[in-house]
């Protein structure tokens, strides 16, 4: 299949990348490098040093004795994402191109400003194309379980659910409720998508996955093939967070009484289930909504793994709770469903217990470098300055 990926650049979207082509795909990709800047910009790096894009589609070349061709493009360019698609001829699209962090939407009046036009207008920008050059293209878009928030009911894996309003029945778009200006956009993006399959008879798969955590594929075979691994308070997802905690030798902080509870799935995992929705698209025509997630967990349980993998590991770990710079529940009811992966024949190969261990081994050879930057792991971006 011709898979363009936009947001090439970042933590899933180079992973899925190097999958796709070790399974044969033709890989397209474009990226404008933006969080490169804005985790730049809040004084951080990833884990791993990242090559130029050029230098990584050589090391694809070198390693994988694959091509992928890489576009420096921003999605919000209409012109330029006409020119992208028209030249790539995609079979399917996957957007990963969207300002991805709750902190960094969450630091004030123009990060919030930023996220919004960001995100929805690369949204509308790829809905109106797709329908203006090839309707057949499938859409895979990066959706998070955050839209749901942390609601008092079983979280469905469908658009809609039956409600009764005023002594009938109706369906109803599944609620959803965000827990920050990124959040919210993503839930915009969700409505966006599902109105315009309704208009227009788009392909969409609109995945609501949780929190990604690993630092490791097989594909990885030369460390000029890492892909992002981000451990600071705003981009930083609480698993990889804990883990260069834990190599540094600080205190693991789960906000408040860590009870927040979440979806998780490793990156092999995630890039695994995606390469199953790409090659097992839903009939044409069709809004597909797919929880994706292996592993239920709370903050002090991720917390308290962490910490024994350390320890296994011949680390000295401790955990001290902070004050909670959110604004969310710290123990709540969680149950969401999961069908539509099983039904491909997706089953998981990671687990966080072991693979946290494999994250801390990858880590501890750079030690140095992340004793740099352990200034920025802590808390500072609060919901209610």
């Excluded at 130029?52 to 070349?61: F, I, M, W």
């Excluded at 209409?78 to 020119?83: A, F, H, S």
Aim: net charge negative; aromatic share 10%.
């Amino acid at each position: 299949m011709r898979v363009l990926i936009l947001g090439i650049d970042g933590y899933l979207g180079w992973a899925l990348a190097l999958r796709l082509v070790s399974k044969n795909h033709e890989v397209y990709g474009m990226d404008n490098l933006s969080t490169r800047k804005a985790v730049e910009e809040i004084g951080s790096d990833s884990a791993f040093p990242l090559p130029a894009p050029e230098e990584r589609v050589n090391a694809v070349k070198k390693y994988l004795d694959a091509d992928i061709k890489f576009y420096k493009g921003d999605i919000t360019d209409k012109e330029k994402l006409k020119e992208v698609i028209k030249e790539s001829k995609p079979d399917v699209i996957v957007d990963f191109a969207e300002q991805r962090s709750a902190p960094y939407s969450m630091k004030d009046l123009d990060h919030a400003i930023y996220t919004i036009n960001n995100n929805l207008d690369g949204t509308l920008n790829l809905i109106y194309l797709v329908k203006e050059i090839d309707p057949s293209i499938h859409i895979l878009k990066m959706g998070t379980m955050g839209e749901y928030g942390t609601p008092n009911f079983d979280i469905p894996e469908s658009a809609f659910i039956e409600a009764i309003i005023n002594g009938k029945k109706d369906k109803i778009f599944t609620p959803r409720w965000g827990g920050s200006i990124y959040h919210f956009s993503k839930i915009f993006d969700s409505y966006l998508l599902a109105y315009f399959n309704q208009l227009f008879g788009l392909t969409i798969t609109d995945i609501m996955q949780g929190p990604v955590y690993g630092s490791r594929i097989p594909e990885i075979v030369n460390e000029s093939l890492r892909t992002r691994f981000d451990f600071d308070e705003v981009w930083g997802t609480v698993v990889n967070r804990f883990c260069v905690e834990a190599v540094l030798g600080l205190p693991l902080t789960p906000y408040g009484k860590g009870g927040q509870t979440r979806g998780f799935i490793s990156l092999e995992d995630s890039v695994e289930a995606l390469r199953l929705l790409i090659e097992h698209p839903p009939k044409q025509g069709e809004y597909r909504v797919v929880n994706q997630f292996m592993e239920i967990h709370s903050v002090n349980e991720i917390a308290q793994i962490v910490k024994e993998a350390g320890e296994e590991l011949g680390l000295h770990v401790e955990i001290k709770h902070v004050e909670n710079p959110r604004v969310e529940a710290e123990e709540h009811y969680y149950n969401p469903e999961r069908r539509i992966l099983e039904s491909l024949g997706f089953t998981p190969k990671r687990f966080m217990r072991e693979e946290v261990k494999n994250i801390i081994e990858d880590l501890l050879p750079y030690k140095e470098r992340l004793e740099r930057f352990k200034d920025v792991i802590m808390p500072k971006t609060k919901w209610r300055k």
